[in-house]
């Protein structure tokens, strides 16, 4: 099956600075979603961004298909920003909505 | 609006018990999903349902069974409880095609 690989797996940050997360995948994919898990547990859906670049306040996306990887910025990082960041692909071909996710990356944020 | 809706947040089975978990969303979404979420991992589809009278095997299936009630609801049922089963399982649904998918608060089940 498809392989998702996400990098770092650790991220500490103090509030204010800035990050990359980056997300590279095995095969060509229908779309690709980020997500962010609270430390409640809670999934939140970021960004639906198969190929392009999006932005969303302090966060954007870009995925480059061709060269197979995304990247999640976060600018200007708040202490609610903490939690883990999880990236998943649907592979092309499949059905709609099997989604298989990476590993995470788990972010601190400190005051 | 509620989105997606789990029941119950939280459980506790002992082995070879049955539980069945249940989702709803009122979004009118045609297709629903159900993970798990084990420890330090990302999550892992179990099974999904395209659209009302279809459902799939994802890639862990194996001691679950489900049920699209309806175009709102999708239940997930353990027949016999093992403790690998413990995990959270998470509940999503989406719209029509490749659409985000938008998860509920999760369902944390101890098979003891």
């Known amino acids: 099956g498809i392989q998702v690989e996400q990098s770092p797996p650790d991220l500490i940050l103090q509030e204010g600075a800035n990050s990359t997360l980056r997300c590279n995948f095995s095969?060509?994919?229908?779309?690709l979603q980020w997500f962010h898990q609270n430390p409640w547990g809670q999934l939140i859906n970021l960004f639906y961004?198969?190929?392009g670049t999006k932005q969303n306040g302090r966060l954007s996306a870009t995925t480059v298909a061709t060269e197979r990887y995304s990247l999640l910025y976060i600018s200007s990082s708040q202490t609610t920003d903490s939690g883990v960041y999880f990236c998943a692909v649907e592979l092309r071909g499949t059905s709609y909505g099997k989604l298989t996710f990476g590993q995470g990356t788990i972010l601190t944020v400190h005051p | 609006n509620a989105g997606v809706t789990q029941t119950p947040k939280f459980q506790v089975l002992k082995t070879g018990q049955s539980m069945t978990l249940q989702c709803a969303q009122d979004?009118?979404?045609?297709?629903m999903y159900w993970y798990r979420q084990d420890p330090g991992m990302g999550l892992r589809l179990i099974y999904y349902?395209?659209?009302?009278?279809?459902?799939d095997k994802g890639e862990v299936p194996n001691g679950y069974n489900v049920s699209r009630l309806n175009k709102r609801e999708f239940s997930l049922r353990l027949e016999s409880a093992a403790p690998s089963q413990t995990s959270v399982y998470f509940c999503?649904?989406?719209?029509?095609?490749?659409?985000?998918?938008?998860f509920g608060d999760g369902t944390r089940l101890s098979i003891l």
């Open positions: 979004m009118n979404h045609n297709s």
């Open positions: 961004i198969p190929s």
């Open positions: 999503a649904s989406s719209g029509q095609g490749a659409q985000p998918q938008h």
């Open positions: 095969d060509s994919v229908n779309n």
């Open positions: 349902s395209a659209s009302e009278g279809t459902t």
